[in-house]
T-cell receptor, first 111, second 114 residues
Framework: SQKIEQNSEALNIQEGKTATLTCNYTNYSPAYLQWYRQDPGRGPVFLLLIRENEKEKRKERLKVTFDTTLKQSLFHITASQPADSATYLCALENAGNMLTFGGGTRLMVKP | DADVTQTPRNRITKTGKRIMLECSQTKGHDRMYWYRQDPGLGLRLIYYSFDVKDINKGEISDGYSVSRQAQAKFSLSLESAIPNQTALYFC?????????????FGPGTRLTVT
């Protein structure tokens, strides 16, 4: 069966460091993958999309990689700030441009 | 004003009651979705609609029904609520003509079934 895995344990890092979050999947061949940010009590907000033929995508302090051989995406936040503290969700395209979401990883950036 | 709104934001109801959650959008998007979110399980798709005349079941549609009253409105009904439908419910929209396929989410409705 199809499965998306994100580390359910919170990631705690110090301000200024690079945060790296992982999204692993099995039994998918997504045409693209997206990352969303979710703050407590709010709906997810789209951050980045990366397509299957792209290895890396950047947006300001964010970087996403997509390895279709390893079936893994890495999400990096460089020079992290306390304001980056949130839950980050990966979402995979699943036929017909539908999305299937991972369970999310909570990031805590300490000052 | 928010682009995707949901009402109510919070609701407590009793087992067996019928309840409707409403979603409206001002983004002009053709596609709309209903998800539920449970701790550790991520977002799971309940129903989706690609236009007013197109309604499709998602991963977990049992116990739910939907109505797409207009392009801008998509409501979710629980005909007879049960406690395991206690969750956070999100409506989302997307534009089929936009190549990023990003979805825009509402603020959510926290539903508790006692």
């Amino acid at each position: 069966s199809q499965k998306i895995e994100q580390n359910s344990e919170a990631l705690n890092i110090q301000e200024g460091k690079t945060a790296t979050l992982t999204c692993n999947y099995t039994n998918y061949s997504p045409a693209y993958l997206q990352w969303y940010r979710q703050d407590p009590g709010r709906g997810p907000v789209f951050l980045l999309l990366i397509r299957e033929n792209e290895k890396e995508k950047r947006k300001e302090r964010l970087k996403v990689t997509f390895d279709t051989t390893l079936k893994q995406s890495l999400f990096h936040i460089t020079a992290s700030q306390p304001a980056d503290s949130a839950t980050y969700l990966c979402a995979l395209e699943n036929a017909g441009n539908m999305l299937t979401f991972g369970g999310g990883t909570r990031l805590m950036v300490k000052p | 004003d928010a682009d995707v709104t949901q009402t109510p934001r919070n609701r407590i109801t009793k087992t067996g009651k019928r309840i409707m959650l409403e979603c409206s959008q001002t983004k002009g998007h053709d596609r709309m979705y209903w998800y539920r979110q449970d701790p550790g399980l991520g977002l799971r798709l309940i129903y989706y609609s690609f236009d007013v005349k197109d309604i499709n079941k998602g991963e977990i549609s049992d116990g739910y029904s939907v109505s797409r009253q207009a392009q801008a409105k998509f409501s979710l009904s629980l005909e007879s609520a049960i406690p395991n439908q206690t969750a956070l419910y999100f409506c989302a929209t997307s534009d089929s003509s936009h190549s990023s396929y990003e979805q825009y989410f509402g603020p959510g409705t926290r539903l508790t079934v006692t």
